[in-house]
């Protein structure tokens, strides 16, 4: 009998944890304009640090004159957050992030009937800010803002497209809305 209700406490004591966990799932609004799924999970480690990761889908097509070309394509991306100032209250917040990601898509060349396919990888960091109302419970709805820079390193498999304009140090920007539970 003591046994059971030992098992039983330390059962109760684990949920109690886990509920004590944070979590924010998120979305980037102002992809769905262009036909970009952008969608995200935040994991709050302590009071001053979470993880994020996060999935892209998109498929869209582009006009250059008469021509068309569409292209589709998938990422994911992985970050680490650190909180700073004194509130200690992970998720919300002034925070910093190094990031890493990648993404493959394939598209059709514009004015020919070639096919191509990229690939890319990149690594960078963010400056942010995390809101989360209400500001007292523990979770609500979120606003999450950010600026940065990425270094990324891209290629591709068509030889006619010799450069993708997508090489080097490129600004990054970060808006998602999410609920935090």
Avoid: C
């Avoid at 039983?8 to 944890?17: H, K, N, S, Y």
Wanted: no cysteine; aromatic share 14%; hydrophobic share 40%.
């Amino acid at each position: 009998m003591k046994r059971n209700l030992l098992t039983l406490a330390l059962v109760a004591f684990a949920f109690v944890g886990l509920s004590a966990q944070k979590g924010i799932v998120k979305v980037n609004p102002l992809g769905f304009l262009i036909g970009n799924l952008n969608a995200g999970y935040e994991h709050v480690l302590n009071e001053n640090s979470g993880i994020e990761v996060g999935l892209n889908y998109f498929n869209f097509d582009v006009s250059f004159g008469a021509e068309e070309s569409g292209a589709s394509g998938f990422g994911g991306y992985a970050m680490y957050r650190l909180y700073l100032g004194s509130s200690k209250d992970a998720p919300r917040g002034i925070y910093v992030a190094p990031v890493v990601g990648f993404g493959s898509s394939s598209f059709d060349v514009a004015g020919q009937d070639e096919k191509g396919k990229t690939s890319n990888f990149r690594v960078g960091g963010l400056f942010g800010h995390q809101w989360v109302w209400p500001k007292d419970g523990d979770g609500g709805f979120t606003l999450d803002l950010g600026l940065g820079v990425n270094y990324v390193s891209s290629s591709t498999d068509v030889e006619s497209v010799t450069d993708l304009g997508l090489d080097g140090i490129l600004p990054a920007f970060r808006l998602a809305i999410g609920y935090a539970f």
